[in-house]
């Protein structure tokens, strides 16, 4: 079966400083990878995807992922967060095993950009 | 931009109502779908809906109904809410050759 795997609950940066949100993935075949993000009392707003190409993925908000095969991995990044950054995140991975695109959600990680 | 619209965002109902949850979306997309959020179980999927009148079980279909009539329009029915379905509703959307699923605002179901 698809799953994903956040690892993290929660993570806590300063503003300015760089950041990571885990993904691990397990996945039967090619994995199509999504980060979503949801703001307090708000629906969840795609940021980027990975398919197929390169391994580093640019999306909304001056965010990136990088996907690594090998360690099958889809970790979310950006170079300096802001305190507007501070949200709940999301990874997922489409199972392939149906004919829709059926998304399996990690349990999400909560992002807290202090000032 | 999509639009995906949850009518409703926050309803609290008695146990044993019948609950209907709207959405409605604006792009033409042939995909529709509901799923439930928890705490510390991430979103999950109730029913899909690839066109109009068809729909296919998700992960946790027990007690959930849902209805299709227009392409635009899909409809979330609990027959006799129960306390367990207090959560938070997803509605989302996509075309069937697409690969992004777009996300209503939610809506925040209570039932005591």
């Known amino acids: 079966a698809q799953s994903v795997a956040q690892p993290e609950d929660q993570v806590n940066v300063a503003e300015g400083n760089p950041l990571t949100v885990k993904c691990t993935y397990s996945?039967?075949?090619?994995?199509?990878l999504f980060w979503y993000v949801q703001y307090p009392n708000r629906g969840l707003q795609f940021l980027l995807k990975?398919?197929?190409?390169?391994?580093l993925v640019k999306g909304s908000y001056g965010f990136e992922a990088e996907f690594n095969k090998s360690q099958t991995s889809f970790h979310l990044k950006k170079p300096s967060a802001l305190v507007s950054d501070s949200a709940l995140y999301f990874c997922?991975?489409?199972?392939?095993?149906?004919?829709?695109?059926?998304?399996?959600f990690g349990t999400g990680t909560r992002l807290l950009v202090s000032p | 931009d999509v639009k995906v619209t949850q009518s409703s965002r926050y309803l609290v109902k008695r146990t044993g109502e019948k609950v209907f949850l709207e959405c409605v979306q604006d792009?033409?997309?042939?995909?529709m779908f509901w799923y439930r959020q928890d705490p510390g179980l991430g979103l999950r999927l109730i029913y899909f809906?690839?066109?109009?009148?068809?729909?296919e079980k998700g992960d946790i279909p027990e007690g959930y109904s849902v209805s299709r009539e227009k392409k635009e329009r899909f409809s979330l029915i609990l027959e006799s809410a129960s306390t367990n379905q207090t959560s938070m509703y997803l509605c989302?959307?996509?075309?069937?050759?697409?690969?992004?699923?777009?996300f209503g605002e939610g809506s925040w179901l209570t039932v005591v």
């Open positions: 997922a991975v489409r199972d392939l095993n149906t004919g829709f695109q059926k998304l399996v």
């Open positions: 792009m033409d997309h042939e995909n």
């Open positions: 989302a959307s996509a075309q069937s050759s697409g690969n992004t699923i777009y």
């Open positions: 809906s690839y066109d109009v009148k068809m729909k």
């Open positions: 990975y398919i197929t190409g390169d391994n």
């Open positions: 996945v039967s075949g090619n994995p199509y």
